[in-house]
């Protein structure tokens, strides 16, 4: 009869097994939405065909997502991370308008890769919670839009600094999605009118000229 200490080994093994079968079996569910929704319009879309495509029954399916939007809020944060990790270069002479231009041309040169975060994030038929998620309910991008302008310039100070920035993104978003939908990606056209809404707007708390960091 085995001792305790090898029953208590043997348990702590199975259940990290189970627990790596699921974030295994999670993960293909949502590469699979993912894949499908480069192919295929939203609507189009059910669960027991990403059940299929990811090779999962149905039934472990609707343990992990109960249903398609659950899980299409998860591919959303997913693209949201991969986004936050894009870092566009800067030239070190680049005024602040300039940068939110690139900023942006980079955001869009994302999107116009990947079918599915047009989709998810843009698409007019997505829910607004689903872009939500895509969010994390926080303002992520504009506290990356703000750093990137904080290591370049000294910013005058501002009563809600991120929140500013991250309507800033709000704004250039409403200028991406009105080009998904009339065009099914975000055209160069479009990325410069996103530019000039966006800096318009954080014109009214940035000076047209900001003093710039001496380590640039």
């Given at each position: 009869m085995r001792d305790a200490t090898t029953?208590?080994?043997?348990?702590?093994?199975?259940?990290?097994?189970?627990?790596?079968?699921?974030?295994?079996?999670?993960?293909?569910?949502i590469q699979a939405a993912r894949d499908l929704l480069q192919e295929r319009e939203i609507d189009d879309i059910t669960l027991p065909m990403v059940s299929e495509a990811a090779n999962i029954p149905s039934s472990s399916t609707y343990h992990f997502f109960p249903d398609l939007r659950e899980l299409y809020k998860e591919l959303a944060r997913t693209i949201s991370d991969e986004m936050a990790s894009v870092e566009p270069a800067i030239g070190a002479?680049?005024?602040?308008?300039?940068i939110?231009?690139?900023f942006?041309?980079?955001?869009?040169?994302?999107?116009?890769?990947?079918?599915?975060?047009?989709?998810?994030?843009?698409?007019?038929?997505?829910?607004?919670?689903?872009?939500?998620?895509g969010c994390h309910d926080d303002?992520?991008?504009?506290?990356?839009?703000?750093?990137?302008?904080?290591?370049?310039?000294?910013?005058?100070?501002?009563?809600?600094?991120?929140?500013?920035?991250?309507r800033a993104i709000v704004i250039a978003d409403a200028f991406f999605?009105?080009?998904?939908?009339?065009?099914?990606?975000?055209?160069?056209?479009?990325?410069g009118e996103a530019s000039r809404a966006a800096t318009?707007?954080?014109?009214?708390?940035?000076?047209p000229i900001l003093q710039r960091k001496r380590s640039h």
């Open positions: 029953t208590t080994t043997a348990t702590a093994t199975g259940r990290r097994y189970t627990q790596a079968r699921g974030r295994a079996r999670r993960e293909a569910l002479d680049a005024s602040w308008q300039a939110i231009g690139t942006l041309a980079a955001s869009a040169d994302y999107f116009n890769a990947d079918a599915a975060a047009r989709q998810l994030i843009l698409g007019p038929r997505t829910t607004p919670d689903i872009r939500q998620a303002y992520r991008f504009g506290v990356q839009l703000h750093a990137a302008l904080a290591a370049h310039f000294h910013l005058p100070e501002l009563a809600e600094p991120i929140a500013i920035f991250f999605a009105l080009s998904v939908l009339e065009d099914g990606v975000i055209t160069r056209h479009m990325v318009a707007y954080l014109g009214n708390y940035l000076p």
